[in-house]
């Protein structure tokens, strides 16, 4: 009976405010009757009086006490415990799920209290997996970022090092010969294949006659671009040369400027003219062609200028090694063969007619009287005199023929698969070509030069 009593609330609230009245009414009845037997005894009228006010009055005070007793009670076990759970239910919708109602009681309330805190638990649970959820999709996102910064960085140093690879190569190519053709031809082939180019050019700048020429060429019709000639200016490629800077057309078909090598290479696609450079110098222009439109990237557009910079220094050394070769092969003042290039030649051709059998012949030419030329009218008299009959002896012989300057005012001559006796004929000649050539003053030599 208690427990039944403790897990109901109607029953302690009936019980609380019941038991209590009852009390009050037994005792003010008995009280009342005690009282009215007293009268009773004395006026039984005054007492039956006495009955009915009593009867009235303890009603009235047994209907007070009782709802006295209920209000008591109702509070007691129904609103301070609504109360609480209600203040419990405020602090978790505001987010304090930590928070627990207070289970004071097995009645409804009490039942109602432990039910709510156990939702409050699993709510919680539930708010620590969604914690633990977002950290770990926050995680992953971060590893993620990670990983594509990663990606990124691998791909840029991939890039990287491709470049490096081409510059290395470009590097390898144009040192490994000092030969201008095998140096443009072999940069040639390794550009192509490195961007991804079906047709490059490189074009060398004739200071001169201040044109273009195409000195060498890869990729598609290679052999029909060669020798093709732009003026300053004329052509993407003219531009270029003109005012030092890369020029990169999207769509060769668009530009008027494109002239198409000059129709010997009609095309299609994209095109990119960089300036080739040494010192400040432009040495030519080097392009690269693509099939598909706006097909460069600004990327590949600064490697083709890197490979353009290493291939005009290669250029200008290449240029500088020709002419220290030429030099020191030259006479400076005749542009003849001097006494170097000489015995080159005489060791080569005395060796091929020991082993061939083939005859070789060599004149030895001495002017008479030069030292008079000399002091007579001076050095440069004397210079222009020896430019003279270097020229004509150089316009009398064979091409295989050497003519050399051997020192001095001494010339001479190396004949290859000449006998004797046709080496004093040419000798003959050349002696009689200069004294009929040989003005009347030296005066009238000089001007003619």
């Known amino acids: ?84 759970i209600a203040r419990t239910m405020a602090r978790a919708e505001l987010g304090d799920f930590l928070v627990r109602a207070q289970v004071a009681t097995e009645d409804e309330l009490g039942r109602l209290a432990r039910s709510f805190n156990t939702m409050l638990a699993r709510v919680t649970d539930m708010a620590v997996k969604e914690i633990e959820t977002r950290r770990s999709i926050e995680q992953l996102e971060r590893e993620l970022a990670l990983k594509r910064e990663l990606q990124m960085a691998h791909e840029k140093l991939a890039e990287h090092v491709r470049d490096m690879e081409l510059l290395l190569g470009v590097s390898f190519a144009v040192t490994g010969t000092l030969e201008l053709p095998a140096q443009l031809q072999e940069l040639g082939i390794l550009v192509c294949q490195a961007l991804s180019a079906n047709e490059w050019t490189a074009m060398l700048l004739d200071p001169h006659l201040k044109r273009l020429v195409v000195e060498a060429a890869a990729g598609h019709a290679a052999d029909s671009m060669r020798g093709v000639q732009f003026a300053l200016g004329e052509g993407i490629a003219g531009l270029v040369a003109q005012h030092g800077r890369s020029i990169y057309v999207e769509d060769v078909e668009r530009d008027p400027r494109y002239l198409h090598y000059k129709g010997r290479h009609p095309g299609t696609g994209s095109f990119l003219g960089v300036p080739l450079r040494a010192k400040g110098r432009i040495l030519g222009v080097m392009t690269l062609g693509r099939p598909g439109k706006a097909a460069f990237t600004a990327h590949e557009i600064r490697l083709a200028e890197g490979v353009a910079a290493q291939a005009g220094l290669a250029i200008a050394n290449a240029r500088l090694y020709q002419e220290t070769l030429e030099l020191s092969y030259t006479d400076p003042l005749t542009g003849m063969a001097n006494r170097r290039q000489l015995f080159a030649r005489l060791e080569q051709e005395l060796s091929r007619s020991m082993r061939f059998g083939d005859e070789v012949s060599v004149l030895m030419i001495d002017l008479d009287l030069f030292k008079t030329v000399n002091d007579g009218h001076g050095h440069a008299a004397g210079d222009s005199v020896l430019r003279n009959v270097a020229l004509l002896l150089k316009r009398n012989v064979r091409k295989v023929d050497m003519v050399a300057r051997y020192g001095g005012e001494e010339f001479m001559i190396v004949l290859p698969r000449i006998r004797l006796e046709e080496g004093v004929e040419v000798a003959e000649k050349l002696r009689r070509t200069v004294a009929a050539a040989a003005p009347r003053s030296v005066a009238a030599w000089t001007i003619g030069t």
């Open 1 to 84: 009976m208690l427990r039944r009593i403790r897990k109901s609330i109607a029953l302690k609230l009936v019980l609380a405010s019941a038991i209590p009245s009852a009390l009050v009414l037994f005792v003010g009845l008995g009280a009342l009757i005690a009282r009215t037997e007293r009268i009773a005894a004395v006026n039984p009228g005054a007492a039956f009086r006495q009955l009915k006010e009593g009867a009235v009055l303890g009603s009235l005070l047994t209907l007070t006490f009782a709802a006295l007793a209920v209000a008591l009670t109702t509070r007691r076990f129904l609103l301070k415990p609504i109360h609480r």
